[in-house]
């Protein structure tokens, strides 16, 4: 989306509902942080648990060399201001360990002095915990990415290579080192211990596990769970993998798994799918939801899944300044949202050199994807008017948490339903309706703006027949019409969504 053709919708929009030189601050709409005593566990479609706290996340992955105001986890609390600022209540980290760029590393026994500014150990934990400390005073959750692929031998490579030779497999050229050996058992075990020791010295909410369950299995992270849960803490692990959960991961970041025309289990990025085929359908069916170590499992029918526009892995940004791309398909619809940083205010591609990425082969060291981006804070303000947009949306979503942060046990009874327009050849509008209430999410994705009629769902969304109902413009803060058993007409502009809540008159 070009920002220069949206920026005339941008200043009519805030001219209306935002006092001149005023910014919105979803701060005070977040979910209060809550300690593990005070959280409660809600059960699944399987009957496994999961802290209550996961259905309001919104996720955003910071880099600590890139975000951070001095390259290292202490210079990341201004990042924790903004996320609050955002309304964003969930924080996933790159691996503060030590080695390459963290995801070819030395082992997660090891912290990196350059990433927490620490030498000592002991401060080190204590740098994190402080992290930790200050994202809940601002009622956000922390994950920490921890990698389980192995270790590397660069810059003289990690003691366990020596130290634990039958820990280790085959060779991994991309990392120059080894994969770890899953079935030797004293390996899981010391795994594990470490996880718990990451939990107990950071004070930590969860773990986003790298490549899991692709290379661990679900082991490590059971025992480390099921520990973590004897001591009373409610951890949450997220699995980088789509996977079957199995009481272990509570939520995977890569969703989308199928099986291509010859039979291979493929993954891809999430990226656009909804803007290229039916939401709505693909909901009911649970399309392409299935989980990788278990492909003949029903697909769509965990409770839990994300929406990832984009991560360290993506080659790019997909927003590029599109209230469709991140609102449509991530902050509204029926999934726990998840970006890079900087799809908020539609950061630049612009890429530093990677500290090593394929060494091996390329000696030179070369740009690792978003990891390498820059992340540039000015940007922020240049493009206040699409950021200001980002934050009206996430409001919406906030102030209405009965409807947005409903998760059935089963994602496909999620609480969506087709909306019908007089403008049946655009992508599909939908509804997201409780207890007498809708959200209706209706996306103009044409180049100029358009009257629609749109059809309020009554059956489908559990509205009341012959009740007088109220619709409001959300985005404009304003009556757009009052209904019975009807349709209201609203004007879109090019490129933008309609979000309107029908409610009781009375």
């Not at 413009?473 to 009052?482: F, G, I, M, Q, S």
Request: charged share 25%.
């Amino acid at each position: 989306m070009n920002m220069k053709r949206t920026a005339p919708f941008f200043a009519a929009l805030f001219a209306g509902s935002l006092l001149a030189g005023a910014a919105i601050d979803n701060s005070a709409l977040m979910p209060p942080y809550k300690p593990d005593a005070e959280v409660v566990m809600e059960k699944d479609a399987e009957g496994g648990e999961t802290p209550d706290w996961i259905k309001s996340l919104i996720i955003v992955e910071l880099r600590i060399h890139s975000a951070s105001t001095d390259g290292t986890v202490k210079g990341l609390l201004p990042a924790l201001d903004h996320l609050a600022e955002m309304g964003v209540n969930g924080v996933w980290l790159t691996p503060p360990i030590n080695g390459g760029n963290g995801y070819g590393n030395f082992g997660i026994h090891t912290l990196s002095p350059l990433l927490t500014g620490e030498k000592n150990p002991v401060k080190q934990w204590q740098v994190l915990r402080n992290f930790v400390d200050e994202a809940h005073k601002r009622n956000i959750r922390v994950f920490f990415d921890v990698v389980n692929w192995g270790a590397t031998k660069h810059e003289g490579g990690s003691r366990l290579l020596k130290e634990k030779p039958e820990w280790f497999g085959e060779y991994f050229a991309p990392y120059a080192g080894w994969f770890f050996n899953w079935e030797n058992r004293e390996l899981n075990e010391w795994f594990s211990s470490r996880l718990v020791e990451w939990f107990l010295m950071t004070g930590v909410d969860g773990f986003r596990c790298d490549c899991a369950p692709n290379y661990s299995g679900f082991g490590p992270f059971e025992t480390a769970k099921k520990r973590m849960r004897s001591f009373g803490r409610k951890v949450v692990f997220m699995a980088e993998w789509t996977s079957s959960g199995k009481n272990v991961f509570d939520l995977d970041q890569l969703t989308f798994c199928f099986t291509d025309a010859k039979g291979k289990r493929r993954t891809h990025w999430v990226g656009d799918v909804y803007l290229k085929k039916n939401i709505v359908d693909m909901v009911r069916s649970g399309e392409e939801l299935r989980a990788w170590d278990d492909m003949e499992r029903e697909p769509g029918t965990k409770r839990f899944y994300t929406y990832m526009l984009s991560c360290h892995d993506s080659d790019h940004y997909i927003v590029k300044g599109s209230p469709i791309t991140i609102g449509y398909q991530a902050i509204f619809a029926p999934f726990i949202p998840l970006w890079y940083v900087g799809e908020e205010w539609d950061n630049a591609p612009r890429f530093f050199v990677d500290y090593f990425y394929r060494r091996d082969k390329h000696p030179v060291p070369k740009k690792w994807r978003l990891y390498g981006n820059v992340i540039d804070w000015a940007q922020k303000e240049e493009n206040r008017d699409f950021f200001e947009l980002v934050k009206k949306m996430i409001r919406i979503r906030r102030q209405h948490p009965e409807i947005f942060e409903y998760f059935p046990g089963s994602h496909r009874d999620s609480n969506i339903c087709k909306v019908a327009t007089d403008r049946p050849g655009l992508l599909q509008a939908y509804a997201r309706f409780r207890n007498g209430r809708a959200v209706l999410i209706v996306p103009n994705n044409t180049e100029k703006a358009e009257r629609f009629r749109i059809t309020i769902p009554f059956r489908e969304a559990e509205l009341a027949a012959g009740k007088t109902y109220r619709v409001t413009d959300l985005l404009e803060d304003r009556t757009a019409a009052e209904v019975r058993n009807g349709s209201f007409e609203a004007e879109i502009a090019a490129g933008q969504l309609g979000v309107f809540l029908v409610a009781p008159a009375e």
